[in-house]
C-alpha cells in the first residue's frame, strides 16, 4: 500500500489520500502517450478486475481526496492492451476547460450540426426529399428548429445513492471492468482532467462535453459513473417522469451523442419513452 500511498500523493499533492490508498488493489499511474518523458500522469488504475464495492468507497471519500472513482471499460473484452487506459490514448492537453462553455449554447449548436438539412458529404449540397423526410421523422416533433433544453428537475433524489447503486450493477455485470482514480471535483471534470478522447469523431475538445454533463449533473442529477474507448455510463437521479420531458431531454441527447439516435432507436419518439423514470443514460460515439 504505500506505492499507493506515494503514487496518489504524485497525482494529487495537495490532497491526504491516506485513507483512499488503505483501499486499493495493486495498480498504476497512466498518463498521456505523447512521446514526452515529462509528461505528469493523469489518472490511477487498478492492475486488474474492480472488486465489488470499491468504487462506493471511493466515492464516499472523494470529498477528502478530491479523487473522482471511474469504472474504466477497454475497447473490448479480449483487449489485453486494455485500450485506451493502459495504453495512455488520452490528451489532457488538447482540450480547453468546461466553464469556457454555456451549455445551452453547445447544445443548440449540436442540435444544429446534427439536424441540417445539407448533407456534409456533398459540399453542402441539399438533401433530396427522401433523405430530408427521413430525418425530418427522425427529429418530430422538432422539425420547426431548436426546442431549447428541458426544464430542470422540480426534485432531485439523492445523486450520490444513484450513483453508487449504479456502480454496483454495473460491476456485477462486468468483469472486466477497471478502477481508475482522476483529481477531479466530478466526474464530468474528469473526463477533461483526464484527456478522454471517446467523442473524437464528434468532439474533438472534450471539455465540452464535460461542460454539458456539469449542466446535466445539477438539472437531472446525474453522475459519470463509467467510462469506455468510446461510451459513457452516466447514473440519473432526476429522469423525466412524463412523455413531453422525455422528449425534450432526448432532444439534448441527439443534440449531445446523435449516434445515440441516428445509430440507435432511429427517432426522438422511439428514444423517448426509454427515457421515462430511467436511472441510467448510455452514450456511445461511432
Not at 446525474?222 to 461510451?231: C, L, N, S
Request: aromatic content about 8%; charged content about 20%.
Amino acid at each position: 500500500m504505500n506505492d499507493a500511498h506515494h503514487d496518489l500523493r504524485r497525482l494529487r499533492p495537495d490532497a491526504e489520500p491516506a485513507a483512499v490508498a488503505a483501499l486499493l488493489p495493486a495498480g498504476r499511474l497512466v498518463g498521456p502517450d505523447d512521446n514526452d518523458p515529462d509528461a505528469p500522469p493523469v489518472l490511477w488504475m487498478s492492475d486488474g478486475p474492480a472488486p465489488l464495492g470499491l468504487w462506493e468507497e471511493l466515492h464516499r471519500e472523494h470529498p477528502t481526496s478530491g479523487l473522482w472513482p471511474l469504472l474504466l471499460a477497454p475497447l473490448s473484452t479480449t483487449d489485453g492492451a486494455f485500450r485506451p487506459w493502459g495504453t495512455g490514448e488520452l490528451a489532457p492537453r488538447a482540450g480547453t476547460a468546461p466553464d469556457l462553455y454555456d451549455p445551452a449554447a453547445l447544445l443548440r449548436t449540436g442540435w444544429e450540426y446534427s439536424t441540417t438539412l445539407v448533407d456534409a458529404d456533398e459540399d453542402g449540397e441539399p438533401l433530396d426529399p427522401e433523405e430530408a423526410a427521413e430525418l425530418a421523422g427522425s427529429i418530430a416533433p422538432f422539425t420547426d428548429g431548436w426546442p431549447g433544453p428541458a426544464p430542470a428537475a422540480a426534485h432531485l433524489g439523492d445523486p450520490d445513492a444513484a450513483a453508487r447503486s449504479l456502480a454496483r450493477n454495473l460491476l456485477a455485470a462486468n468483469e472486466h471492468l477497471r478502477i481508475g482514480l482522476v483529481p477531479a471535483a466530478t466526474g464530468a471534470e474528469a473526463l477533461t482532467a483526464c484527456g478522454w478522447t471517446g467523442p473524437v469523431n464528434h468532439e474533438d475538445d472534450v471539455a465540452k462535453v464535460s461542460a454539458v454533463l456539469l449542466d446535466w449533473e445539477r438539472r437531472y442529477g446525474t453522475r459519470v459513473v463509467q467510462v469506455g474507448f468510446a461510451d459513457l455510463e452516466l447514473s440519473v437521479s432526476a429522469p423525466p417522469r412524463d412523455g413531453d420531458t422525455a422528449l425534450r431531454i432526448a432532444a439534448e441527447h441527439l443534440a449531445f451523442c446523435p449516434d445515440n439516435i441516428f445509430q440507435g432507436a432511429g427517432s426522438l419518439a422511439e428514444y423517448a419513452p426509454g427515457l421515462v423514470g430511467a436511472d441510467q443514460w448510455t452514450f456511445w460515439w461511432d
